[in-house]
């Protein structure tokens, strides 16, 4: 193996094992389907190992992709500290950013991750709160930009929209009970109340068993059998099981999920920069697959 490895088809190759498809991936590095495929035709012929496998409309590393992948991100890391060692122009300071904790569970480390990887000399400073929470403090000054569920209150960007689901555990059957046990968060918050309208509005029996301002906690107590819970379809975690209609419970609202800016730092290149991050990490999110 006398030639290099061409960063730049490393590039396309990680898009392509974090999207888990070809065309989502020619949209992060900005090429053609067909521009994607020939540079994996390449990248296959230096590696000498064929580094995908078809799973239906998905595609999959194979065994040498897998270890393919763990040196791919290095060489991009290590190429992208590099040149910011060397550039006096790049952003520096400091953010200050919100999130629902659920929220922060499942976008925060894609985001910030490949964030600082770009902006090694930008401090990004976490708070995590409930969404009214948030959407004030950042209408006081307090914080720079906030990831929320839009409630219909304040300048929310609405970047992406997912179904608000029923969910339980896969092991247990909570839903079989007279009078239904819910797990939800404490108010003031617009999944709680969407929960509790349309079982009202069904003429379901319910309780209110668990309520907790952390996800943790609530989701524990769906992972147990204990209640049922709605959420996010991107909330989803093993061993959980979506309930529908077909089980007697209400379709509920879609979920939309934004970006709240401070009017007092409206033209911040930090901010900005952030925000594109966390708009190219959603639009990529894969969504896990819940028990049958």
């Known amino acids: 193996m006398a030639a290099n490895l061409d960063l730049d088809q ?17 949209d992060v590095v900005f090429k053609t389907q067909s521009a994607v495929s020939m540079q994996m035709r390449r990248l296959e012929e230096r590696i000498g190992k064929p580094i995908f496998m078809r799973d239906g409309r998905a595609s999959r590393l194979t065994e040498d992709g897998e270890r393919l992948l763990g040196y791919a991100r290095r060489m991009i890391r290590l190429s992208e500290e590099t040149l910011s060692a060397f550039d006096d122009s790049e952003l520096s300071g400091n953010v200050r950013f919100g ?15 490949r ?52 969910v339980t555990s ?39 068993l ?25 909330a989803l975690r093993p061993g959980m099981r979506v309930l529908g209609e077909s089980d007697g419970f209400p379709r509920l609202p879609m979920c939309e999920i934004g970006i709240v800016r401070s009017w007092h730092r409206p033209s911040s290149p930090l901010i ?3 925000a ?3 708009v190219s990490s959603l639009d990529n999110l894969s969504v896990p697959a819940a028990a049958e």
């Not at 396309?12 to 070809?22: D, K, P």
């Not at 999130?99 to 991750?113: H, I, K, N, S």
């Not at 959407?135 to 179904?163: K, S």
Request: charged share 20%; hydrophobic share 45%.
């Open 115 to 166: 964030f600082s990887r770009s902006n090694p000399r930008v401090e990004v400073s976490v708070v995590c709160e409930q969404s009214m929470d948030l959407i004030n403090q950042v209408r006081a000054g307090e914080l720079d930009l906030a990831i929320v569920t839009n409630c219909g209150e304040g300048a929310v960007d609405v970047i992406r929209h997912e179904p608000l689901l029923w």
């Open 10 to 26: 490393l590039r396309t190759f990680v898009a392509i094992a974090e999207t888990g498809s070809f065309t989502k991936a020619a």
């Open 170 to 208: 896969a092991q247990h059957s909570p839903e079989d009970q007279e009078v239904l046990p819910l797990a939800l968060f404490k108010p003031p918050c617009l999944w709680r109340a969407a929960a509790i309208d349309s079982l009202t509005e069904a003429g379901r029996k319910f309780r209110v």
């Open 272 to 274: 900005d920069a952030l």
């Open 276 to 278: 594109e991050h966390i």
């Open 99 to 113: 999130t629902p904790d659920d929220y922060a569970e499942r976008f925060l480390p894609m985001v910030l991750a």
């Open 210 to 234: 668990y309520q907790s301002s952390n996800s943790t906690a609530v989701g524990a107590a769906v992972s147990a059998g204990l209640a049922i819970t709605t959420m996010a379809e991107s």
